[in-house]
């Protein structure tokens, strides 16, 4: 199993609808969680952590479920600028942070 | 704000050629990261210090090594550039303190090409 997977997508989704995004992970002693935004040709810039009892952040929830393993992102009201590529990473107890493959993002107007 | 920094945006390079990228960091962070970018592959990580003179290898650390001799500065070393390298890299840091406000922070990116 690899260590963080993705649907690499794309999503194509029209402006004003809900999306959601899942991300699992195959290492238990995962101790904190992080959605990251990437714009084409751009470095990924954190979009949100993911708490224990989930959290949101205006248009975006983010979720976890250390029982299944996975952590999910939940984009409501789309926006064209949501457009991009979205990366889930876990951080282990070691402090490495590994990232999934993304997921591409496209509203469509 | 965090910052950081990596020395060039692009950079061309010759097979054979012994290459540095570095990577500065403001905030006094413990941890630092060196990831590659490839498409189809996404960010894999190269190396990864958790202390001065601290490094540990990633997923891919052949044909690559790491120096960080202060806290604020972490090099990524190509001994022996080759074409497979050619890649966008991403030099990262992040606290070492558990909990919250823990994430990542990039840099701008290096796009190398050997050719």
């Known amino acids: 199993r690899k260590e963080v997977e993705q649907d690499p997508g794309p999503f194509n989704v029209p402006e004003g609808a809900t999306v959601a995004f899942n991300c699992t992970y195959s290492?238990?002693?995962?101790?904190?969680f992080f959605w990251y935004r990437q714009d084409c040709r751009k470095e990924p810039k954190l979009l949100m952590s993911?708490?224990?009892s989930g959290n949101e952040d205006g248009r975006f929830t983010a979720q976890l479920n250390r029982a299944s393993q996975y952590i999910s992102l939940l984009i409501r009201d789309s926006k064209l600028s949501d457009s991009a590529t979205y990366l889930c990473?876990?951080?282990?107890?070691?402090?490495?942070?590994?990232f999934g493959k993304g997921t591409r993002l496209h509203i469509l107007p | 704000d965090v910052k950081v920094t990596q020395s060039s945006r692009y950079l061309v390079k010759r097979t054979g050629e012994k290459v540095f990228l570095e990577c500065v960091q403001d905030?006094?962070?413990?941890?630092m990261f060196w990831y590659r970018q490839d498409p189809g592959l996404g960010l894999r990580l190269i190396y990864f210090?958790?202390?001065?003179?601290?490094?540990e290898k990633g997923d891919i650390p052949e044909g690559y090594s790491v120096s960080r001799e202060k806290k604020e500065r972490f090099s990524l070393i190509l001994e022996s550039a080759s074409t497979n390298q050619t890649s966008m890299y991403l030099c990262?840091?992040?606290?070492?303190?558990?909990?919250?406000?823990?994430?990542?922070?990039f840099g701008q990116g290096t796009r190398l090409t050997v050719v």
């Open positions: 990262a840091s992040s606290s070492g303190a558990q909990g919250l406000n823990t994430e990542a922070f």
């Open positions: 290492n238990s002693a995962s101790q904190s």
């Open positions: 993911v708490y224990s």
């Open positions: 990473a876990p951080k282990g107890k070691d402090d490495k942070i590994i």
């Open positions: 905030m006094d962070h413990e941890n």
């Open positions: 210090s958790y202390d001065v003179k601290m490094k």
